[in-house]
Structure formats: C-alpha cells, structure tokens
C-alpha cells in the first residue's frame, strides 16, 4: 500500500520558518522523485517543490524560490520542505507527491502564515 504523509504544518507569524516532513512507504522511495504542492483556498492545487529521486537536482515555483528548500534523506524515506521568511500568502494546504508510476498523493498539512 503506498502511503505518503506530511506533519510539520501550524500556525507561524510572517517572516518565521517550519519545516514540513513527508513519510513515505509501499514504494521504493529511492526510485522516484518527489514534489510539493500547495493549494490556497479557492486556488488550484499548484506545484512549488520538485526533487530528483537522488536529490542531485531540484526545481521551484518563482514564488517560493530562494525561501523554500526542498530536500530529501532516502535512508529515512523521507523528503522535507523548509520554508524560511513565510509570508501571509504562503497559507495554503501543502501535499506531498510521489512521481510513482500511477502517482500518489498526501493528505496535506495546514501552513497558516498570520500575525
């Protein structure tokens, strides 16, 4: 069964940090490359993070570039998302996604950025 679950998520003031962690099993985790998306209320799901299955190489969305970094340790399945000087329109519920050959999806973590 392949299961992908991201924890970290909570309420930070602007301009502070969380780091979000995805758990990952029913797959060979090494495999595969590995994203974020987040998703604001009445907005499309969109993609902010992708990494390579080896983590060699990586890839963001220009409205998180230079503040979030997305990484990965394989002997933990798990990948991570640190996301530095948050800002209020970095509300969102984030999702981890497996590039398994079918695909899979989280069941996301609540960032709530406000004062």
């Known amino acids: 069964q392949v299961q992908v679950v991201e924890s970290g998520g909570g309420l930070v003031q602007p301009g502070g940090s969380l780091r979000l962690s995805c758990a990952a099993s029913g797959f060979t985790f090494s495999y595969y490359a590995m994203s974020w998306y987040r998703r604001a209320p009445g907005k499309e799901r969109d993609l902010i993070a992708a990494?390579?299955?080896?983590?060699?190489?990586?890839n963001y969305a220009d409205s998180v570039k230079g503040r979030f970094t997305i990484s990965r340790d394989n002997a933990k399945n798990t990948v991570y998302l640190q996301m530095n000087s948050l800002k209020p329109e970095d509300t969102a519920g984030y999702y981890c996604?497996?590039?398994?050959?079918?695909?899979?999806w989280g069941q996301g973590t609540q960032v709530t950025v406000s004062s």
């Open positions: 990494i390579t299955n080896t983590g060699d190489s990586t």
């Open positions: 996604y497996a590039h398994t050959v079918l695909g899979h």
